[in-house]
């Protein structure tokens, strides 16, 4: 017994002085700041906001004092433990706790490869910020654009989390010092709308540029509209058709993604269609795709089964089934392109822009060939040519008549690239003839010997499908005997487990 009550002397002895040290670290912490209006930023730059540039990016982030517990606490956890322990143990346990203890260190945010104007970009704009904090009041329109400039400069340099704290404050301040409705809001809108873009949150940035155009509603007359809202909808629309065609295929979340590019694209015509085409050039070619993808789909419809002779209806009356779903195409899609096309080639020829008429006559040469009518395709290849002879030598719309061309090639307002699907694809150079409807008649044989027989058959199927402009000569479509061209093709599952 009284070995045993001399081991609890030295314990609660060891326990006094471990409890001094942490209260002792805790006193000697800052108190923290409760007082003021303070900058929403990333955690590690407010705590280096007073360090110089080149040390704030390693400085390791700052360990928590250790939470002691009570006496009364302790003693009830660790009494059954303190019966069974002699006094050599006690002694190992008192001298491990007396050595020093390595800090460990953490980076505070990831290493970001910066430019050096950038970085030095990110460094004064912040310091500027931190400055008119503390020079002027906290809704400063000041700190609103540093913060707006400061929001700007983390979507370039990718920290997009941040850089949506501080365009939202930056949106705060603005709504304070103009108004919750005021136009002033559109610049700081259009960086949340290249936030969300770069993010691919289309949801965001749909109702972004429906507040910008409620904006533009209620504090423009339709006389004083500038151009501010029209690149937001039709990159919104082209955002929309890029995510149908990442994931093409036939249901009813495509068909939406389409009439969402559709909506978009349409109020950007209608809106600012009186601009001059050598002002602001209107998404016609993107509208006329949109209309060409939506005619390969078929839309639900309600249809009525009635007595006849046909044995599976009667089966289904007969079970008390009457309205039953069907499919047809989506009506019209052919006209409603032309019909934008036609538009594009009024305005053209109402503004006497040569080189837009050229263009206007070449997309309803593509339209009317894609939809298989080829004489009025001819003739609108004839009228585009006869057009062009008038534009100087070397002009590059008169490369359009002497390449073939894989359509659908419209002639869009916003510069589109080729969107990588979803699934594994492969390019498979071919060189087969056309003829002069641009269809692909025959395939050399001369593909790389390394490619597998089965993408080659694909290649081909696919090729066979496509539709080519031909090479138009003197007004005329030509047949070509050797054109080169790589096919995209779907990899088979086999083929992608394999790679």
């Not at 749909?206 to 533009?216: H, T, Y």
């Not at 009186?274 to 993107?286: A, T, W």
């Not at 050797?482 to 599952?493: D, G, I, N, T």
Request: contains cysteine.
């Amino acid at each position: 017994m009284v070995q045993l009550a001399y081991a609890k002397c030295r314990v609660n002895l060891l326990l006094l002085s471990f409890l001094s040290v942490c209260s002792a670290d805790v006193l000697a912490q800052p108190p923290a700041q409760t007082a003021g209006w303070q900058i929403d930023v990333p955690q590690e730059q407010s705590n280096q906001s007073q360090q110089a540039p080149e040390q704030r990016a390693e400085a390791p982030v700052n360990e928590s004092a250790p939470i002691a517990k009570s006496d009364d606490q302790i003693t009830q956890e660790q009494m059954s433990v303190w019966e069974d322990t002699d006094e050599e143990e006690f002694k190992a346990i008192a001298e491990s706790e007396s050595e020093p203890q390595a800090k460990q260190e953490f980076p505070v945010r990831p290493i970001l490869d910066l430019e050096p104007e950038l970085r030095i970009s990110l460094e004064t704009i912040f310091a500027r910020i931190v400055e008119l904090q503390e020079t002027e009041d906290a809704f400063s329109a000041n700190l609103g654009e540093a913060y707006l400039t400061y929001g700007q400069a983390l979507v370039r340099a990718g920290r997009l989390q941040e850089a949506r704290k501080m365009l939202a404050n930056a949106l705060h301040i603005t709504k304070i010092n103009n108004g919750v409705n005021s136009i002033e809001q559109r610049p700081v809108l259009a960086s949340m709308f290249e936030l969300a873009i770069a993010q691919e949150n289309l949801e965001v940035s749909q109702e972004l540029v429906e507040r910008i155009l409620w904006l533009e509603n209620n504090a423009m007359d339709r006389r004083d509209l500038d151009d501010f809202s029209f690149p937001f909808l039709v990159r919104l629309g082209n955002s929309y058709l890029d995510r149908y065609l990442y994931r093409p295929i036939k249901s009813a979340t495509a068909l939406h993604q389409l009439e969402q590019a559709q909506r978009f694209l349409t109020h950007a015509v209608k809106r600012y269609g009186d601009r001059p085409l050598n002002q602001l050039y209107m998404p016609y070619g993107e509208l006329a795709l949109v209309h060409l993808i939506k005619s390969k789909f078929k839309k639900d419809v309600e249809r009525t089964w009635y007595p006849s002779n046909d044995r599976r209806a009667n089966e289904l009356l007969r079970r008390g089934v009457s309205d039953l779903p069907d499919f047809k195409p989506i009506g019209n899609a052919y006209g409603r392109a032309e019909q934008q096309l036609f538009s594009y080639l009024t305005k053209s020829l109402e503004e006497n822009e040569l080189e837009h008429t050229v263009k206007a006559f070449i997309s309803l040469g593509d339209l009317n060939l894609l939809f298989n009518y080829r004489t009025t395709a001819s003739q609108y290849y004839e009228k585009a040519w006869e057009s062009a002879q008038a534009l100087p030598a070397g002009h590059a719309l008169l490369e359009k008549f002497q390449q073939p061309t894989a359509l659908p090639d419209f002639f869009y307002a916003m510069q589109r690239e080729d969107v990588e699907g979803k699934l594994a694809t492969v390019l498979v150079p071919l060189t087969f003839a056309l003829d002069k409807y641009g269809k692909v008649e025959n395939f050399t044989d001369d593909t790389d010997a390394s490619t597998s027989p089965k993408l080659i058959s694909r290649a081909k199927r696919t090729a066979r499908r496509m539709v080519f402009r031909p090479a138009i000569e003197r007004g005329k479509m030509m047949p070509v005997e050797q054109v080169s061209y790589e096919v995209k093709v779907k990899v088979p599952r086999d083929e992608v487990n394999q790679g």
